[in-house]
């Protein structure tokens, strides 16, 4: 198989990372010669084998929801790239 | 003591707690030798101001009782530390202080240890050297313009470096055993659950594993003994009876059946590898073990199977890094134009790259033809190890196809990096307990280790295995300092 520029614009746009035409075209050469390397595995028939979904061999846990961290709304916002006290501050969204 | 940097963890501990030493007279001295070790690059943020204070706290008071009693400690960017800027060696995390402590690095200051800085790696774990970090290549301490493995590269560095008595990094593929083999110390990656997983950035959820990497086989299995610990915080965490890996260990490994996997053999391995292999071997029964030759046969299917779905795992986890929160933001015209401008300015190439691989197998059409293939596949990786674990009782293998190579010398070529981690990725696959012990060196000097593959859980076999094999192997890293001016 070979994933053209076509793909590769699709999966910037799933992925929400922008990439213009010459970054497109080395991405296009990594991601096939990666994906000829991965191809490897149809030599495999696996269809009567259960995936394996994680090695860990528990169940997941339940535990009461409560609030555990106090105060620390104001340290979270201070990480917020731009400077705001109470909100997390985006490009306007509504015309 | 003019040489306290060139002390073993267990050494310092002991003229700590003999009065010998103090907190401040080591703390001292790591911070004079990272001073004199920027050339290294193996440090992203120091801390060697407040380390220094707390040494002193710690020296009027000191709790004499704990594992780690005022043992200056750097660790790997990628555990989160409270009020201490973590970047996970990217540009998107430039600025990012965290309100939380990760569990691990938890466990190592509450028995007594002081936070000497924040170590490089690879850009979110990403890369088997070093070279994608937003902050620089590291270099190795063995040889200028030598990688130090990755993505625990500035760890690798720093202990073998003499800037840190010991350290943690994290393992998704190779990323602690890899880089411990290039510079010449010892490196564990756990069964997978045996570490907390709370507060480590997220690479691959199902495969991520914290570990030690130490000067010698004692060190590691004291902090193993100290980072290893049941977390309800961690869902993954898992509940076993952990052992007193220090006090526990013992060179007594006789009898111990190890096996020898025919298909760790590949295809244009130097000879250098496959002579040390031998030795690995001829060491192993010197100790009075047995060796069984077994196979492991979907072995050079473990490359491929990690490539699908580390990269899924990825792109999920990597998913929150869209510039609202916290990090970097680029400028947009729109919130999508902000989010895909942040991301392709914020990420490096390697990322990006491995986002997209992720994004791909996980897209419509692609899924089950790619990423619930590498599932099924996966499961056919961890019954080998099953298969083979009825029949012996740890595995050894070479840690890497190769010595350190030269920095620049892999960059252009994704695959031929990929290929470094060939001997470690399927252990996480499986999930399985791994040590790489320094055991040799190629015709250049340049260190070469020996991997340990154990049963889940089985820290302390492996560790004895390697405890045992160290005094025979007798290893000397030779590191002549060649930074220092």
Same mark, same amino acid.
């Given at each position: 198989?070979?994933?053209?520029?076509?793909?590769?614009?699709?999966?910037?746009?799933?992925?929400?990372?922008? !990439?213009?035409?010459? $970054?497109?075209?080395?991405?296009?050469?990594?991601?096939?010669? #990666?994906?000829?390397? @991965?191809? *490897?595995?149809?030599?495999?028939?696996?269809?009567?084998?259960?995936?394996?979904?994680?090695?860990? !061999?528990?169940?997941? $846990?339940?535990?009461?929801?409560?609030?555990?961290?106090?105060? #620390?709304?104001?340290? @979270?916002? *201070?990480?917020?790239?731009?400077?705001?006290?109470?909100?997390?501050?985006?490009?306007?969204?509504?015309? | 003591?003019?040489?306290?940097?060139?002390?073993?963890?267990?050494?310092?501990?002991?003229?700590?707690?003999?009065?010998?030493?103090?907190?401040?007279?080591?703390?001292?001295?790591?911070?004079?030798?990272?001073?004199?070790?920027?050339?290294?690059?193996?440090?992203?943020?120091?801390?060697?101001?407040?380390?220094?204070?707390?040494?002193?706290?710690?020296?009027?008071?000191?709790?004499?009782?704990?594992?780690?009693?005022?043992?200056?400690?750097?660790?790997?960017?990628?555990?989160?530390?409270?009020?201490?800027?973590?970047?996970?060696?990217?540009?998107?995390?430039?600025?990012?202080?965290?309100?939380?402590?990760?569990?691990?690095?938890?466990?190592?200051?509450?028995?007594?240890?002081?936070?000497?800085?924040?170590?490089?790696?690879?850009?979110?774990?990403?890369?088997?050297?070093?070279?994608?970090?937003?902050?620089?290549?590291?270099?190795?301490?063995?040889?200028?313009?030598?990688?130090?493995?990755?993505?625990?590269?500035?760890?690798?560095?720093?202990?073998?470096?003499?800037?840190?008595?010991?350290?943690?990094?994290?393992?998704?593929?190779?990323?602690?055993?890899?880089?411990?083999?290039?510079?010449?110390?010892?490196?564990?990656?756990?069964?997978?659950?045996?570490?907390?997983?709370?507060?480590?950035?997220?690479?691959?959820?199902?495969?991520?594993?914290?570990?030690?990497?130490?000067?010698?086989?004692?060190?590691?299995?004291?902090?193993?003994?100290?980072?290893?610990?049941?977390?309800?915080?961690?869902?993954?965490?898992?509940?076993?009876?952990?052992?007193?890996?220090?006090?526990?260990?013992?060179?007594?490994?006789?009898?111990?059946?190890?096996?020898?996997?025919?298909?760790?053999?590949?295809?244009?391995?130097?000879?250098?590898?496959?002579?040390?292999?031998?030795?690995?071997?001829?060491?192993?029964?010197?100790?009075?073990?047995?060796?069984?030759?077994?196979?492991?046969?979907?072995?050079?299917?473990?490359?491929?199977?990690?490539?699908?779905?580390?990269?899924?795992?990825?792109?999920?986890?990597?998913?929150?890094?869209?510039?609202?929160?916290?990090?970097?933001?680029?400028?947009?015209?729109?919130?999508?134009?902000?989010?895909?401008?942040?991301?392709?300015?914020?990420?490096?190439?390697?990322?990006?790259?491995?986002?997209?691989?992720?994004?791909?197998?996980?897209?419509?059409?692609?899924?089950?033809?790619?990423?619930?293939?590498?599932?099924?596949?996966?499961?056919?990786?961890?019954?080998?190890?099953?298969?083979?674990?009825?029949?012996?009782?740890?595995?050894?293998?070479?840690?890497?196809?190769?010595?350190?190579?030269?920095?620049?010398?892999?960059?252009?070529?994704?695959?031929?990096?990929?290929?470094?981690?060939?001997?470690?990725?399927?252990?996480?696959?499986?999930?399985?307990?791994?040590?790489?012990?320094?055991?040799?060196?190629?015709?250049?000097?340049?260190?070469?280790?020996?991997?340990?593959?154990?049963?889940?859980?089985?820290?302390?076999?492996?560790?004895?295995?390697?405890?045992?094999?160290?005094?025979?192997?007798?290893?000397?890293?030779?590191?002549?300092?060649?930074?220092?001016?």
């Amino acid at each position: 198989m070979s994933i053209d520029l076509k793909t590769i614009k699709h999966i910037s746009k799933l992925s929400r990372i922008s !990439v213009d035409e010459k $970054r497109a075209q080395k991405l296009a050469g990594d991601l096939n010669s #990666i994906f000829d390397f @991965i191809e *490897k595995l149809n030599e495999l028939k696996t269809d009567n084998v259960k995936p394996l979904t994680s090695v860990a !061999v528990t169940t997941l $846990r339940l535990r009461p929801d409560e609030v555990k961290s106090k105060n #620390i709304r104001e340290q @979270i916002v *201070k990480n917020s790239p731009q400077d705001n006290e109470d909100y997390f501050v985006v490009p306007k969204v509504i015309e | 003591m003019s040489d306290i940097t060139k002390q073993s963890l267990t050494e310092l501990v002991k003229n700590i707690k003999s009065k010998k030493l103090s907190s401040t007279d080591v703390t001292k001295a790591f911070i004079e030798r990272s001073e004199k070790s920027k050339e290294l690059n193996a440090y992203i943020t120091e801390d060697f101001k407040s380390a220094l204070n707390k040494a002193k706290k710690f020296d009027q008071k000191p709790n004499l009782d704990l594992k780690l009693p005022g043992i200056p400690m750097a660790v790997k960017d990628l555990f989160c530390t409270k009020n201490i800027k973590t970047t996970a060696g990217s540009k998107i995390l430039n600025n990012f202080v965290p309100t939380y402590e990760s569990t691990v690095t938890e466990n190592i200051w509450n028995e007594g240890a002081i936070l000497l800085g924040k170590l490089n790696c690879d850009e979110f774990a990403m890369g088997s050297s070093n070279e994608t970090s937003f902050f620089g290549n590291v270099q190795n301490p063995i040889d200028k313009n030598l990688v130090p493995g990755g993505s625990s590269g500035g760890s690798a560095s720093a202990v073998a470096g003499q800037l840190t008595p010991i350290t943690i990094g994290t393992d998704t593929g190779g990323s602690i055993r890899q880089p411990a083999s290039f510079t010449g110390i010892v490196g564990l990656k756990p069964t997978y659950g045996s570490c907390s997983r709370y507060g480590i950035v997220a690479f691959a959820s199902s495969l991520d594993q914290a570990g030690p990497m130490a000067q010698n086989v004692k060190d590691c299995a004291l902090l193993q003994e100290v980072i290893s610990s049941y977390d309800p915080k961690d869902s993954t965490s898992i509940d076993f009876k952990r052992n007193q890996y220090s006090k526990e260990l013992t060179n007594n490994i006789k009898g111990k059946k190890i096996g020898i996997p025919k298909e760790y053999r590949v295809d244009g391995m130097p000879k250098e590898i496959e002579d040390l292999w031998q030795k690995g071997i001829q060491y192993v029964k010197d100790c009075g073990a047995e060796t069984v030759d077994i196979s492991l046969p979907h072995t050079s299917y473990a490359l491929p199977t990690y490539y699908i779905v580390a990269p899924a795992e990825a792109s999920s986890n990597l998913a929150r890094y869209d510039g609202v929160k916290y990090g970097f933001r680029a400028k947009g015209e729109n919130l999508i134009d902000m989010y895909e401008k942040t991301r392709s300015e914020g990420f490096g190439a390697e990322v990006q790259r491995r986002i997209m691989i992720g994004t791909y197998v996980l897209s419509s059409g692609y899924y089950d033809a790619y990423y619930l293939k590498a599932q099924k596949v996966r499961k056919l990786i961890k019954n080998d190890f099953d298969d083979a674990y009825k029949k012996v009782d740890a595995i050894l293998t070479p840690s890497t196809p190769s010595s350190a190579f030269k920095i620049g010398e892999k960059t252009d070529d994704p695959v031929s990096m990929y290929l470094n981690d060939i001997f470690t990725v399927p252990v996480n696959l499986a999930g399985l307990p791994g040590i790489s012990i320094p055991a040799g060196h190629d015709s250049n000097g340049y260190p070469l280790g020996l991997q340990i593959i154990g049963k889940a859980f089985d820290e302390q076999n492996i560790l004895n295995i390697a405890f045992a094999m160290e005094e025979k192997i007798n290893f000397k890293n030779k590191i002549t300092d060649w930074w220092i001016k």
